[in-house]
């Protein structure tokens, strides 16, 4: 299986521009998460979804910030304009159960820096 | 106070030794806990979960503490390639199973 794949690896990118992230989940994994991992405040929750559909986006820092997953076998992460501040690097990870969080498994990571 | 609290470290280890530290965490009401393991620059990667009896593979040892509401890894015979950052997780079952990361134990292990 080739694990969680995310794409780009790497983002340089001026305030005000759009990103997108994109996330393609293992396949038959029924929940797909975004995170956001920054040296002050660590490993964060964005959002997950469960079968495609959106099930907590408390995490979702602002308005800036959308996902979307239109299949099982894909999803976006958004930001729309982005800053500086968005900068760190932003992890997909899915799993096949809810209930079997710890086999949560993570990609490589998307490294974002905004100037 | 944060959710799940972790020393940062570093905790610097001589090759051989052993090492332990600790996680604590906020809301007596959190239901699993899990030790998870991230290399620099690489995604975190499940190393093992915490049961209530305590739990050991190979040389590393988890235990929990409810009453101090707390959780802890040991290694033991510490190899080189321990050296990581350690992430210990928390779920709570009430809020929709979302885990909850602390921010990491950095663990240099030195020949």
Redesign the interface.
């Known amino acids: 299986d080739a694990g969680v794949i995310q794409s780009p690896r790497h983002e340089v990118t001026e305030m005000g521009q759009e990103v997108t992230l994109r996330c393609k989940p293992i396949s038959g994994h029924d929940y797909l998460?975004w995170y956001r991992q920054t040296m002050m405040r660590?490993?964060?929750?964005l959002i997950?979804f469960n079968n495609n559909v959106p099930?907590?986006d408390s995490g979702m820092p602002e308005d800036r910030f959308s996902a979307k997953m239109p299949n099982a076998s894909f999803s976006t992460l958004k930001i729309q304009p982005s800053e500086p501040r968005d900068s760190a690097v932003y992890?997909c990870a899915s799993s096949l159960e809810?209930?079997s969080?710890?086999?949560?498994y993570?990609?490589?990571?998307t490294r974002l820096t905004v100037l | 106070r944060k959710e799940v609290e972790q020393d940062p470290g570093p905790f610097n280890v001589p090759e051989g030794a052993t090492v332990a530290f600790n996680c604590t965490y906020s809301n007596s009401a959190s239901q699993s806990f899990f030790w998870y393991r991230q290399d620099c620059r690489k995604e975190p990667k499940l190393l093992m979960s915490v049961y209530s009896s305590g739990n050991e593979d190979g040389r590393f040892t988890a235990q929990l503490n409810r009453a101090s509401q707390y959780i802890s890894l040991l290694i033991r015979d510490s190899k080189l390639s321990d050296s990581a950052t350690y992430l210990c997780v928390v779920i709570l079952k009430a809020a929709g199973n979302k885990l909850t990361f602390g921010g990491g134990t950095r663990v240099l292990v030195k020949p």
Not at chain 1, 42 to 45: D, K, P, V
Not at chain 1, 101 to 104: G, L, P, R, S
Not at chain 1, 106 to 109: D, T, Y
């Open positions: 998460f660590g490993l964060e929750l997950y099930i907590d992890f809810r209930e969080t710890d086999t949560q993570f990609g490589p990571g």
